[in-house]
């Protein structure tokens, strides 16, 4: 079974070569590893071709943003099987082994939990996401417009199932690009978690950490709400015009995306892209929200709305450094051992 690693990079040649040597590291003489680069400015391109003949690549003349590094690798692969690796991140040097072992005909996708590392590679004790959901999750996707997943790199893709979404609109998609074949896929197929994380997601931005923003897209929450809303509804667009699936906007936010919404709500009220939020609505949306979602325990579920309820009413410069206590290793073990002996 040929699977196709496609990394897309712009300006990130500090890190390029880890990710390389990640995707390289995959055994089998079926896996190919194609490095797209959207007209970096840095040595990315000197990173790439002192790779020589173990991998392909392609250069655009112009920076076009994600999308148009994704379409360059899916036009270029071969792979039944297609993995988008961020140039930031990496796999684990059995990534493709374990995923091997959970390839069947009516799945879709195989996703994985990815462990946080810092700038330098070293791990921060804690992974992403907090909650998989796995099997059929169109039900949710109706309800939330999202469901559990990792980021881009946590997602292996039978070709089949994302294919005739692509090429993907450029400047639609200039980024959050990987969107698309995560929403989509569910909907050709069954979604498969791993049992362990496969990979590593690089946190490299400390301006996004001390506002107590998780990732390195955006440094202000109402930018990231904007972000998340223009996924959504793009997707949803391009599900309607290639598959006839005409959804209705999602009846519910997803937990994850709430806590974002009280943080801009709170640190930069004036950008909020909500005005009608007040800390009591917000606190409803949350009890819905968690009540429809599955895969909390109930202790989960209370400290989620003890943790809103906090961040709603202290003073505002402590909501950024109550933010970061939300995504802490040590709380996220704690739970999850608390998970193990409840469920």
Known sequence: MRISILINNFNYAR?????????????GPDVEVIVCDDASTDHSWEVIAGYGTRIRSWRSPHNLGQASAMNAGMSMSSGEWVLFLDADDRLAPDALAVCRTLMAEDVAKIQFPLQCITEDGRPMGRQIPYLLHEGDVRPLIQRFGTYG??????????????????????????RAADTPPFLLSAFNGRVVNAPRPLGGYRIHSSANRARGCFG???????????IE????????????????IVLDSPPLHAPWNLRTRALSLRTE??????????????????????????????????AAQLWLLVVLLVPTSWAPRIAISNTSGRIRRWFRSVRTHVV
């Open 216 to 226: 390195n897209i955006s440094a202000r929450h109402g930018d990231m709400l904007r």
């Open 269 to 302: 009220p004036e950008r909020h892209p909500y005005p009608e939020d007040t800390l009591a609505s917000l606190l409803r949306m949350q009890a819905h929200s968690l009540a429809a979602c599955p895969g909390y325990t109930w202790s989960e579920r209370r």
């Open 149 to 174: 997943g990792p980021p881009s790199s946590g997602n292996l893709y039978r070709r089949s199932a994302i294919a005739r979404y692509f090429p993907l609109d450029t400047p639609a998609w200039r």
């Open 15 to 27: 890190f390029l070569g880890d990710a390389i040597d990640s995707a390289l590291a995959q055994a």
């Open 229 to 244: 809303a223009h996924r959504r509804s793009t997707t949803l667009a391009l599900l309607a015009r290639h598959d006839g």
